[in-house]
Nanobody, 119 residues
Framework: VQLQASGGGLVQPGGSLRLSCAASGSIFSIGAMGWYRRTPGSRRELVAEITSGGSTDYADSVKGRFTISRDNAKNTVYLQMNSLKPEDTAVYYC??????????????WGQGTLVTVSS
């Protein structure tokens, strides 16, 4: 299974970006999907997560500015980022918890996409 992320780029402070991440391949089931980010010298941190049922969770630093959503029919998760700040600059990674036929689960990560917020 591959997770293909897209949508990163350079944006001015106060601007918006939308990240997308599509899962493809031999998929049995998908549980929670989410976005993490990492800046140089820091650990990867959770930005937002959404369950298969649509429940969401956000890092305090992005609440009210970012919105996570998913399209289960397309196996895709989105992250709408508004009112971007320079401190949002990071490499963003999508994540999916994938289920197997034997009812076990495993983590799958997409390649990072760079978001740069700068004037």
């Amino acid at each position: 299974v591959q997770l293909q992320a897209s949508g990163g780029g350079l944006v001015q402070p106060g601007g918006s970006l939308r990240l997308s991440c599509a899962a493809s391949g031999s998929i049995f089931s998908i549980g929670a999907m989410g976005w993490y980010r990492r800046t140089p010298g820091s650990r990867r941190e959770l930005v937002a997560e959404i369950t298969s049922g649509g429940s969401t969770d956000y890092a305090d630093s992005v609440k009210g500015r970012f919105t996570i959503s998913r399209d289960n029919a397309k196996n895709t998760v989105y992250l709408q980022m508004n009112s971007l700040k320079p401190e949002d600059t990071a490499v963003y990674y999508c994540h999916a918890l994938l289920g197997k036929y034997d009812n076990t689960w495993y983590d799958n990560w997409g390649q990072g996409t760079l978001v740069t917020v700068s004037s």
